[in-house]
């Protein structure tokens, strides 16, 4: 059987993949060097596509890691020297938190609940954090802060770095690049693409704090994909050690899809779907929309509660041939969590909910 | 036109590929979660499939990581204090002492002109080095070092880690792993496939030091993909982040294929086709074999010297269908790279030889 999976991650391919699949393989593009014109050039559309797409300017380099999660130990060890700053509300900003103590950065931490989140009014950093880590959307709860809300807290704290997380909702939301410094996702999320490839967007303040710390004996700032690195390679559209060729052409072609049919209208597409799933479990006896506050409730990935156990509407949905995430760690009994990424359309986003009606 | 690729890496894919990709969309696992049933049924049969063919015994796990290149900074950091100790003799071994370097890691060098090999009997190790790094393959200089030197270099220092980079070479040579501590390789080599997946396979002495080092104050051994989290993941045949699930997969249905062949087999086919191309070369007036000790030759990327420029025989053997790979960096004038992997048979590698013979 054929499912469609309404999954935060990996996700539902999106429909043009196999299609681009094919051509790399009749183009034996899994055996180019990543030495070669050919491979310069792909990875030059690929950049060329998703600036296009995400407005990313001239100012910033856009990056490939192995994984969204490489890319937390990156920025940390790149433009930290001794303390950073994290907003968490959710097992996967949280990681990020982690990250940052594992390698020995003194990390502030404002945290809320799970379901929660934050408004640019209530965050308060402390005066020597230079790395200020913001999720757009926490993808364990549902929950998203808004980029209007994230760009009125760079201007009161200009002098700091400010990094997105945007693994499970690039490109939707519309970040303004002249102020934020970083961010990063993965292609397994809203590009539907197969795991394997991260995406990291940096700008030269990022780079001259990673050229910085890179003199000082006392720390380093890593060997493998550091950012100096990184950029250096990127002059000529290299990368340092063979990367996910495949994934990158992939990428590139994917995002040339999107910007065919134009972000805005893909972003109308999303917040219509959303729209529609929320409004649905608003009118239900049997779900309720896990976050509260209508502003913080994520447009890619929707989270709701469940009356009856979990597992059973899932097991239903699978029945009709959807796929749908179970709630994150302990709420995996009474939650169910929905994808709405743009590998899935109106339609099937409509059939889902009548299934879930049943 | 469809090309065979003779370069070493990215390098030709194995003839198997295609259709376990196909089986892949099939089965749409490029959207599995990478925390489903699924997906540890796929981890677990890479892992016996790689245990078979390389003879790996339990008391080694098998982790993936983005890139080899990335296992360089990962078992410097989590195996190594203060010292470690490297044998150079090409870019690739130099990168990974640069990286220990990097990580402000005292790295010993035990250093060789391109071309030259290593055996046992030359090396003194210095008394605090921590971990050895050795290169089976070295594959900028087409230089191998024989898995009995390594053996007996072990013995002889049987207190320090011993980690082969078998990037280029895996599963080719015959590692005692009651004696060699890791080895890594990367899967766009002899595996054929796509780049875009390392391959990390470390012992418990591994892991007790990496968890000793965990507990220290004064330095890192990094937040992602460390030994222990990644250990920890493994138990249940669990990664700590989202892997390249379709990467793993195909690697064990090609390992699988490697198996039903046998190793013994395999092995015998590469010293075959090695043979034939060391003896073409010799035989010839416009090519000699670059390597001049016979027991330092690689079996699986063989470096030759070319009478007049590189680039006439390139582009002729590209005419013809084949595409064989440039000397490396300063020699791409005067020398050709052949990768003598498992996906080229020795039919292909004749033709080879016949259109070189022109």
Redesign the interface.
């Known amino acids: 059987m054929?499912?469609t999976?309404f999954?935060p991650?990996?996700?539902?391919?999106y429909p043009t993949?196999?299609a681009h699949?094919q051509t790399a393989?009749d183009e034996?593009?899994?055996?180019?060097?990543?030495r070669s014109a050919r491979f310069r050039d792909i990875y030059r559309h690929t950049d060329e596509q998703l600036r296009a797409l995400m407005n990313i300017p001239a100012t910033h380099g856009i990056f490939f890691?192995?994984?969204?999660?490489?890319v937390?130990?990156r920025l940390?060890l790149n433009c930290v020297e001794h303390e950073s700053f994290h907003l968490v509300n959710g097992s996967f900003s949280r990681k990020c938190y982690?990250?940052?103590q594992?390698?020995?950065k003194f990390a502030h931490l404002h945290e809320k609940p799970l379901g929660e989140g934050f408004d640019a009014a209530e965050v308060e950093i402390p005066e020597y954090a230079e790395l200020v880590c913001l999720t757009h959307n926490e993808t364990s709860a549902g929950v998203q802060m808004r980029p209007t809300d994230m760009h009125k807290l760079k201007r009161k704290y200009a002098q700091k770095l400010f990094c997105v997380d945007m693994v499970s909702s690039a490109p939707y939301p519309d970040l303004d690049f002249s102020l934020i410094d970083s961010a990063y996702f993965?292609v397994?999320k809203a590009f539907g693409?197969?795991?394997?490839?991260g995406v990291w967007i940096a700008n030269q303040a990022c780079l001259e704090k990673a050229e910085r710390l890179q003199r000082y004996?006392s720390l380093?700032?890593?060997?493998?994909?550091?950012l100096p690195t990184l950029w250096k390679n990127y002059q000529t559209f290299e990368t340092?050690?063979?990367?996910?060729?495949?994934?990158i052409y992939l990428l590139g072609k994917i995002a040339e899809d999107l910007n065919r049919i134009g972000i805005e209208t893909v972003r109308k597409e999303t917040e219509e779907k959303a729209r529609m799933l929320y409004r649905f479990a608003e009118g239900s006896d049997r779900y309720t929309p896990f976050v509260q506050q209508e502003r913080h409730r994520s447009q890619t990935v929707v989270v709701l509660n469940t009356d009856g156990p979990a597992k059973g509407v899932m097991e239903a949905a699978k029945q009709q041939g959807m796929?749908i995430?179970s709630g994150y760690g302990k709420l995996k009994e009474t939650q169910i969590r929905i994808a709405n990424f743009p590998a899935v359309s109106v339609e099937q986003v409509s059939e889902l909910i009548k299934v879930m009606q049943k």
Chains 1, 2 share one sequence.
């Open positions: 054929k499912y999976y999954t991650g990996p996700a539902e391919l993949f196999a699949l393989m034996q593009l899994g055996s180019i060097s990543h890691t192995g994984s969204a999660s490489e937390w130990e940390l982690d990250y940052a594992a390698l020995h993965s397994q693409m197969p795991a394997g490839l004996d380093t700032i890593g060997a493998h994909h550091n340092p050690a063979t990367p996910n060729v495949l994934g796929i995430g």
